[in-house]
């Protein structure tokens, strides 16, 4: 078994990875959503891509 300070530190440095990856989804997003625009309406809404595959 995996001493629980070490498993600890892991989950906490998986915690801040997700964070900073939650952040840049954040920025990208409405990057994408402003390029949309530009493409048309044919496009996929970002919302809808992938929404099936959360949680």
């Not at 530190?9 to 949309?36: C, F, N």
Request: charged fraction near 30%.
């Amino acid at each position: 078994m995996r001493n629980v300070m070490e498993l600890l530190r892991s989950k906490e440095q998986e915690l801040l990875k997700v964070k900073r990856q939650v952040e840049a989804l954040r920025i990208a997003a409405p990057l994408l959503g402003s390029e949309e625009d530009s493409v048309g309406s044919s496009a996929t809404p970002i919302s809808a891509k992938g929404a099936d595959r959360l949680g």
